[in-house]
């Protein structure tokens, strides 16, 4: 049998391994503060997929209600009288180039079809960020055309080029093509739709 004093420290070793262990790159760090975006309008399993990776606090973008055609953000579903979207933007501050592509696989293996959208490189102009689609959820003709861009290794862009940046792990294509094809039966008119 253990003296006492040894399962205690073995108890705290435990606990202080956890916590280390549990952290990434991407969780909430005192050194790299974010203000919270507001009301985010991701489907309810999707925000827990967010929560579950430790990163609702990176969302910059969900909802956004411009009346434009090419407005990615726009309205996925609605839910007791509120708009949803299946599209999020992440902030991808004090993360370096390992850590992003670390957190790409975890959002696919949650469930999302990402893209790190860097300045100038895979045809993207603007601020840098992660763009990731909720893949279980019925979408809108523009999101279903970029789940099918990721799930072939393209930028989901108006180009449409080759994603340079990463690519998912064949594991990580199943998860999401799977998700996808599930979602498909869900909207009305579709083929195959129930």
């Given at each position: ?67 434009t ?32 592509k ?8 949650h ?60 594991e ?23």
């Amino acid at each position: 049998m253990l003296p006492r004093r040894a399962i205690v420290w073995a108890g705290i070793f435990a606990l202080a391994t956890n916590s280390v262990a549990a952290a990434e790159p991407w969780s909430p760090r005192a050194d790299c503060p974010f203000v919270p975006s507001g009301d985010n309008r991701l489907p309810p399993e999707a925000q827990t997929a967010l929560v579950d990776l430790d990163i609702e606090h990176r969302i910059t973008q969900t909802l956004n209600s411009r009346k434009t055609a090419s407005n990615y953000h726009g309205p996925d579903m609605t839910l007791k009288g509120r708009n949803y979207t299946a599209a999020v933007d992440l902030s991808v501050r004090c993360l370096d180039a390992s850590s992003i592509k670390r957190l790409l696989s975890q959002l696919a293996n949650h469930g999302f079809a990402a893209w790190y959208r860097e300045n100038g490189k895979d045809g993207w102009k603007g601020a840098n960020h992660i763009h990731a689609v909720w893949a279980a959820e019925p979408l809108k003709p523009q999101l279903r055309d970029q789940i099918k861009s990721w799930l072939n290794g393209r930028t989901g862009l108006v180009g449409n080029g080759k994603y340079e940046f990463w690519q998912p792990s064949s594991e990580e294509l199943l998860k999401v093509s799977a998700q996808y094809e599930a979602s498909k039966a869900l909207l009305p008119g579709d083929k195959g739709a129930k």
